[in-house]
Structures are given as structure tokens and as C-alpha cells.
Nanobody, 116 residues
Framework: QVQLVESGGGLVQPGGSLRLSCAAS???????MGWYRQAPGEERELVATISSGGSVNYDDSAKGRFTISRDIAKNTAYLQMNRLKPEDTATYYC???????????WGQGTQVSVSS
């Protein structure tokens, strides 16, 4: 089984930045990875994905502010979040998919709070 550990969350003021990390227990080569978030009382939603081929997709709310990336050598994916807004407040979860096996894994989440 793949273990995913998110880190980098915290409390930040509106307009601030955070970089979330997702460390995987195995190589992330040939995997699809994504970041999702869930606010209290709301459904989990897609924020950004990066495919094994390197293509990226963003939710409209993240476009122009967030950047998903990965470092294969470090087995780690990142979500750089800039110009944060209060509505970005949520628990952020990392997801890893192994396409050839149809397997998906989730981390435990890291809390992001944007408030004055």
C-alpha cells in the first residue's frame, strides 16, 4: 500500500502563500497525482491534478493562483498556493493514482486556514 503524508498547512492571512507537500512512500513516476480540499459541511472538491505525462488541470478557483508540481527524485508532489483567500480554507488532501493497476490512495490531509 502507498502511504501519503501531507504537510505545509497552517494559518495565513489573506493574500499570503503556502506550499503544501505530499510525500509518497513509493516512486511517483508513472502516477497521476492531485490535490483536493474539503471545507466543513461541504463535499471534497478537486483543486489541481498532474498526470503521469505532466499535463495539469486546475479548478477555476485555483487557476492563476495555485501551481501543482512534482519532484520525482523526492517522491513528492507540491501545491504552491499564492494570493490565498478566506474561501480557500479547508483540509487539503493528496491523491495518488497508479493507472496500470487502477489503484488510488489518499493522505490524511493538512489544514489550511486563511483568516485575518
Amino acid at each position: 500500500q502507498v502511504q501519503l503524508v501531507e504537510s505545509g498547512g497552517g494559518l495565513v492571512q489573506p493574500g499570503g502563500s503556502l506550499r503544501l507537500s505530499c510525500a509518497a512512500s513509493r516512486s511517483i513516476f508513472n502516477t497521476n497525482m492531485g490535490w483536493y480540499r474539503q471545507a466543513p459541511g461541504e463535499e471534497r472538491e478537486l483543486v489541481a491534478t498532474i498526470s503521469s505525462g505532466g499535463s495539469v488541470n486546475y479548478d477555476d478557483s485555483a487557476k492563476g493562483r495555485f501551481t501543482i508540481s512534482r519532484d520525482i527524485a523526492k517522491n513528492t508532489a507540491y501545491l504552491q498556493m499564492n494570493r490565498l483567500k478566506p474561501e480557500d480554507t479547508a483540509t487539503y488532501y493528496c491523491n495518488l493514482e497508479i493507472p496500470v493497476h487502477g489503484l488510488r490512495y489518499w493522505g490524511q490531509g493538512t489544514q489550511v486556514s486563511v483568516s485575518s
